[in-house]
């Protein structure tokens, strides 16, 4: 059935909508309710909240869908401060002309992602427009950051290492692909990573400051760590990892992997004495199994990337478009 205005009249076919494809998919005590608002328990500890939107398309890529990304973009947001996700609301303005099918497959990936992530779907909303099938996803996350965690992109030091939790560009050269109509077997690497940054965290490793390395890419999440914290960042290329199919991709379209953004990936600035253990950490949860240290902090400032060939190569963030709506 394809969705029209009724569907977002607030009436009999809103109701369907949301009991039909939302709450069968999301159901849990807490939405059950259908009440004006959540009441969820406190916890101790500092309240984490964040919001994003997600716009992408095509709505379904090799690897994941708008769904599976606006789950774990939030969660992954939370996580980065330290945070243990716990809720999240979700809200969907559809287009005209959207199949009711789509929204069940998306609704099915977002319950499928929540539950691997941890989080409840807690609240939620639709709104109907006229257009031509897009959907788009806003979702808001709230975790709890216990006493005694602190990571901040200001709290890099000279003296950490660089982690880096997997290969670069996987989502956004599967998303280029897809819009390109290339076939590969490129995936988009889209995933919640609790389970990593909770093992860290739970091992006492001294995480100073962590992003996840969406839009933007690796080169502009440690620009942004390097001026915020008042450090030099320096990468070493030759350890930068990429799949052997997303290197050729990069390759034949001249696309840099320091700009390509990922929706499964995490860098993590902390003390070089316990790189090792961490990176153990991270090598046996999943989504981690390819992680390696990129890098050193040290006094200075900016980043810099040590080429294959021995240069030394300044990096600032991205500028202008890079590929929108990957997100
Ligand atoms: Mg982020």
Do not use: W
Not at 16 to 42: C, Q, T, Y
Not at 140 to 152: A, H, I, K, L, N
Not at 182 to 210: C, K, Y
Not at 244 to 261: E, H, T
Request: proline residues 4%; contains cysteine.
């Amino acid at each position: 059935m394809k969705i029209t205005l009724a569907e977002g009249a607030g009436g009999v076919s809103t109701a369907r909508l949301i009991s039909e494809v939302f709450a069968k998919h999301f159901e849990n005590p807490i939405l059950a309710g259908m009440e004006d608002a959540a009441l969820l328990p406190a916890e101790s500890g500092r309240i984490a909240l964040t919001t994003d939107s997600f716009v992408v398309t095509p709505l379904f890529f090799r690897g994941g869908d708008i769904g599976r990304l606006a789950v774990a973009g939030t969660v992954n947001d939370l996580l980065m401060r330290g945070a243990t996700p716990r809720y999240l609301t979700a809200a969907f303005i559809i287009e005209t002309g959207t199949d009711t099918d789509t929204l069940d497959r998306i609704a099915c990936s977002m319950a499928a992602t929540a539950r691997e992530a941890g989080v409840l779907i807690v609240a939620g909303d639709t709104k109907v427009v006229e257009g031509s099938g897009q959907v788009f996803i806003n979702t808001t996350g709230v975790g709890f950051v216990p006493d005694g965690v602190e990571v901040s992109a200001s709290r890099a030091q000279a003296g950490d290492v660089v982690l880096l939790s997997g290969t670069l560009g996987d989502h956004h050269a599967a998303l280029l692909s897809a819009r390109m109509g290339i076939e590969n077997q490129i995936e988009s690497d889209a995933a919640p990573l609790t389970a990593m940054v909770q093992a860290l965290l739970s091992a006492g490793i001294h995480l100073h400051a962590m992003r996840d390395v969406t839009r933007g890419g690796l080169g502009t999440v440690l620009a942004e760590i390097a001026e915020a914290s008042s450090v030099q960042i320096e990468l070493e290329e030759d350890a930068l990892p990429m799949t052997p199919a997303v290197k050729s991709f990069c390759g034949l379209l001249g696309l840099s992997p320091l700009y390509m953004g990922n929706e499964g990936k995490l860098i993590a600035l902390l003390p070089a004495e316990e790189a090792e253990p961490a990176l153990e950490i991270v090598r046996s949860s999943p989504y981690g199994e390819n992680a390696t240290v990129i890098g050193t902090v040290t006094a200075g400032e900016g980043v810099t990337l040590r080429t294959a060939l021995g240069g030394i190569r300044r990096i600032g963030p991205l500028v202008g478009e890079g590929l929108p709506r990957i997100c």
